[in-house]
């Protein structure tokens, strides 16, 4: 599944471009301001070459012009997932073992820095040759018209995806490559824990279709039976993940923007109504003691910490997050015990959730220093040995558009959940309320200062609804 977006004229290039101006006088600010952990040398990662091909791309035969080429280096930036590293030294020496002349320098990105680092380089001229990441992320760059044609590529390699490449173009341009797609947002659920506290029963059969008081029963039927654990982790103290709380409004039936993608709509009409009852489910949860103390300040990572040490028993996040928290437990970082994907309940639990989805995964390149050919030969070497995106699917959970990828999950059992977040994911997500549009990096800072402000008590729902739509209304305005 790849998601569409609109298409983007001259005039949007240029909102685009003046809004990554913005962004890098805002960093800017906000570094002065130290609201952000300054970034460490190893944060920066210096960037690292592998020359030496694998044995699996030992007998690839040289490229017979390769004593007519100048030298080229490629730099490569993609993010810090488990064993992503290990995959881009693979695919740095096979590129280099085809294309002697073409060397690949590859950056490792951590996730609480990179976007940022991204974000300035497309500010300020200094982005990678080739950049591997979400399209919501990529989106702001493409729509500035900052992103190399890839056109190419992409029609050159359409055997090897399942459908159409629809993220990323711009009238009739490929400027984005989607090799794999996010999943749907849900909760985890030990089930250990649950069959140990005898809650099993009460979960949903179908996985999917549970009420707001079904799902409450369920939490305090556990707290009842032990008061030490904690039925589910809410989170506050920084937007990533935010993902997670859009899904609980769009499965109740709440339409967050208007269909033009030009103000918010959540505080309208039925929507507040249902965006209300929503919101006083998590004020259920922290004023009966079914939540983690101090949510307003915690993070996605502070709870997975409780997950793992085995205290919590419902984790937020993306359900392709399956395989890495497996991995967790066989590397000895996380407790073990067996766990299982549910959706998120919705106000009458009558039919499956909507879920937000971030869109597609793949490479966007940029035009630095007339590297143009160099990049294509790369990425092609990317696509046509499907075994790189194949491991980095079985890293990250994401799940592959290529249908020359095959996946063995590991294990009977993850292979049952993720079989099931695909089919759930191709049904029942969406990302046309704006999450792929340019001001959706700004539009994410404006939900969790009114969550902050609830969850401590400060504020009702009602306001949260009142301040969140003043602020995401001014950001959408702004850049548009």
Not at 303 to 315: H, V
Not at 350 to 369: L, R, V
Not at 429 to 450: C, H, M
């Amino acid at each position: 599944m790849v998601i569409n977006t609109k298409k983007t004229g001259g005039n949007e290039m240029k909102k685009g471009i003046a809004l990554l101006l913005a962004l890098i006088l805002v960093l800017g600010l906000v570094a002065c301001a130290a609201k952000t952990q300054p970034t460490t040398p190893e944060e920066d990662a210096t960037p690292t070459e592998e020359t030496t091909p694998p044995s699996n791309e030992e007998n690839v035969a040289p490229d017979e012009t390769a004593e007519d080429q100048e030298p080229v280096t490629l730099s490569v930036w993609f993010y810090n997932d488990p064993g992503a590293e290990e995959i881009y030294k693979k695919f740095s020496a096979a590129v280099n073992a085809q294309y002697p002349w073409i060397t690949v320098e590859y950056e490792v990105l951590p996730y609480d820095s990179g976007p940022e680092k991204f974000t300035v380089a497309c500010a300020t001229g200094t982005t990678p040759d080739i950049y591997f990441d979400g399209y919501s992320r990529i989106a702001p760059a493409v729509n500035a018209g900052l992103t190399m044609d890839l056109t190419e590529v992409a029609q050159s390699n359409q055997n090897v995806f399942m459908g159409e490449q629809k993220d990323g173009i711009v009238d009739g341009k490929y400027n984005f490559i989607a090799t794999a797609t996010g999943a749907a947002y849900g909760v985890f659920v030990n089930m250990d824990l649950a069959n140990e506290l005898g809650v099993a029963d009460l979960l949903p059969e179908d996985k999917l279709t549970w009420s707001y008081d079904e799902y409450l029963e369920f939490c305090r039927a556990a707290k009842a039976a032990d008061a030490s654990v904690i039925p589910q982790a809410l989170f506050a103290g920084s937007r990533s993940s935010d993902a997670w709380y859009y899904s609980w409004f769009i499965g109740n039936g709440v339409e967050l923007t208007n269909d033009e993608l030009t103000a918010t709509a959540f505080n309208i009409g039925e929507n507040r109504e249902k965006a209300i009852s929503t919101l006083n489910v998590y004020r259920t949860l922290i004023d009966e003691g079914l939540a983690n103390d101090g949510c307003a300040a915690m993070t996605d990572q502070d709870c997975e910490q409780l997950w793992c040490a085995g205290k919590l028993l419902l984790l937020a996040n993306s359900l392709n997050c399956a395989t890495y928290y497996q991995s967790l437990q066989d590397e000895g970082t996380s407790m073990e015990f067996t766990f299982d994907v549910l959706g998120l309940p919705t106000a009458e639990g009558k039919e499956i959730p909507t879920s937000a989805c971030w869109g597609s995964y793949g490479f966007c390149a940029f035009k630095n220093n007339g590297h143009d050919e160099a990049i294509k030969l790369a990425l092609n070497v990317w696509l046509q040995n499907p075994e790189y995106q194949k491991e980095l699917c079985l890293s990250t959970g994401f799940m592959p558009v290529m249908n020359t990828v095959e996946i063995d999950w590991g294990s009977e059992h993850i292979g049952e959940i993720m079989d099931f977040v695909t089919e759930y994911t191709a049904a029942h997500t969406v990302s046309s309320f704006g999450i792929l549009e340019n001001w959706w990096t700004d539009f994410r800072e404006t939900l969790y200062p009114q969550l902050q402000d609830f969850y401590v008590g400060n504020i009702d729902a009602g306001t949260v609804l009142d301040n969140w739509q003043a602020a995401g209304d001014q950001v959408i305005k702004n850049a548009n």
